[in-house]
């Protein structure tokens, strides 16, 4: 039988930062700006100060920042506080397709944490980062998407795996011991779809835990810990125990020459990444044809079935408003734009609650047929005069210059404008640090 943890973890342990090409360098250095702006605007969120309320409680060696708060903390809490803000908005990047987790949510968190307390250099960290890309976007793929059809998040689950090799390359863990870490890694590998049902805050603790048990993993493989080495491809493994349909053949097809990371998606709007087609379709259409909202009569949105599947009765809280298809358009006609705020102050408004009636959400057929591989979305507004219709699929790449601009306005509850422009700089540059805490320092 063929062991998959040893052939990621040879993968892992022996890759180097002169392996990365450039453009794949340029891509992890984005996709953390991206995550640590992610986590600066949770920060104030209910869910990430009850968290930090918690880790502050936690007495241990102080190794790692927890974003936003004065002091440092054991870097397994540091992942979980930091890991609970980076998913805490919903603004977090997506894994190569056909996948359904957020892996910056999760190896990042982790490796900034475990970088911190090995204070290694930018390059250590970002062949780490990738490293943690390269395994999350594989095991996701491989496992979607029966993960999710068994009720499963792909966040919780497969953002373990990669959270566990990002922080076992910081801690210079060697092939055996990798391999045990995987395997303590698939163990706590967790993350329940239930939060669909009633909007709650568990959705945000799957990405802290899984950077907090990643990082655990790793700790304890390196003092001998020792773990399943079956852990993928077992009777009563990870895939088997949480898909009823897998693809082992996707855990390590393309290993070491194609990079997933560079297929990674950014996202525009802090909600589900398969609404943001709609909501910038919508915004188009409105502004290209001066669509009032008053006119409008019917709204229809074609989708793959997962993400019609989110047309949720009533939109209760700001989390079903993130994944509500009708909901989200409806806001951004309504508001006539979006990011984050409006999600968590508009989706109440009586004016989107009307007119997210009017909406139809429905799984259009030659949508649905290159789901996951592709998304895409057809939208018809229809008012009193006139009918209008965009189909396309999921545009990318966003820019640099958005991800830098969104990094700006998410952090500027904490940061200065001159304090941001500096952080933005010091990652370009990330690749010359001698030592993280240059950037660390700084959040």
């Known amino acids: 039988m063929v062991e998959y943890s040893r052939i990621l973890s040879k993968y892992v342990v022996n890759l180097s930062y ?19 702006g992610n986590i600066l605007g949770a920060y104030d969120m209910p869910w990430s100060q009850m968290v930090i309320t918690v880790v502050k409680q936690m007495k241990g060696e102080p190794q790692s920042t927890v974003m936003g708060v004065d002091g440092r903390y054991p870097m397994i809490m540091a992942a979980l506080a930091n890991g609970t803000m980076a998913h805490g908005i919903d603004a977090d990047d997506s894994g190569a397709r056909p996948s359904w987790a957020h892996p910056g949510s999760c190896v990042i968190p982790a490796v900034f944490a475990a970088a911190e307390a090995m204070q290694v250099s930018g390059k250590d960290l970002i062949t780490a980062l990738v490293a943690g890309y390269e395994v999350s976007c594989r095991v996701d793929s491989a496992v979607y998407p029966g993960l999710r059809d068994r009720g499963f998040h792909a966040t919780g689950v497969v953002g373990t795996i990669g959270a566990v090799a990002a922080a076992g390359k910081i801690l210079g863990l060697g092939e055996d011991e990798m391999v045990n870490a995987f395997g303590l890694a698939g163990i706590q590998a967790a993350g329940l779809e239930e939060w669909l049902t009633a909007g709650d805050m568990s959705k945000r603790l799957h990405a802290g835990k899984a950077a907090m048990n990643g990082v655990l993993a790793a700790l304890l493989a390196r003092e001998g810990y020792t773990g399943p080495s079956t852990v993928f491809e077992g009777k009563y493994g990870l895939l088997a125990t949480h898909a009823d349909s897998y693809d ?24 589900c990444h398969e609404l943001c087609p709609p909501i910038s379709m919508a915004l188009e259409l409105q502004r290209l044809h001066g669509i009032r909202v008053e006119d409008i009569e019917k709204i229809r949105i074609g989708l793959n079935h997962i993400t019609a599947e989110n047309q949720l009765k009533v939109a209760e809280t700001p989390l079903h ?38 909406a139809e959400v429905y799984v259009d ?22 009918q209008y219709t965009l189909f396309e699929e999921d545009k990318q790449p966003i820019s640099p210059s958005f991800i830098k601009e969104k990094f700006t306005v998410l952090s500027s509850g904490l940061l200065s404008g001159e304090e941001a422009e500096k952080i933005i700089r010091v990652v370009e540059d990330l690749e010359n640090l001698t030592n993280i805490m240059e950037l660390s320092s700084l959040l």
């Open 18 to 36: 002169a392996d990365l090409p450039d453009p794949v360098v340029e891509k992890a250095k984005l996709h953390l700006l991206d995550a640590l």
């Open 248 to 271: 082992l053949g996707r855990l390590t097809e393309g290993l070491g020459v194609e990079y997933k990371i560079l297929k990674c998606k950014f996202k525009p709007y802090a909600c």
């Open 321 to 358: 408003a993130q994944n509500h298809p009708a909901v989200a358009v409806a806001i951004a006609l309504v508001e006539g734009s979006v990011f984050m705020r409006e999600f968590f102050e508009c989706y109440a408004d009586p004016r989107v609650v009307e007119l997210g009636k009017k």
């Open 365 to 386: 057929p030659v949508i649905d047929g290159v789901f996951p591989s592709k998304i895409g979305t057809r939208l018809e507004i229809i008012t009193k005069d006139n």
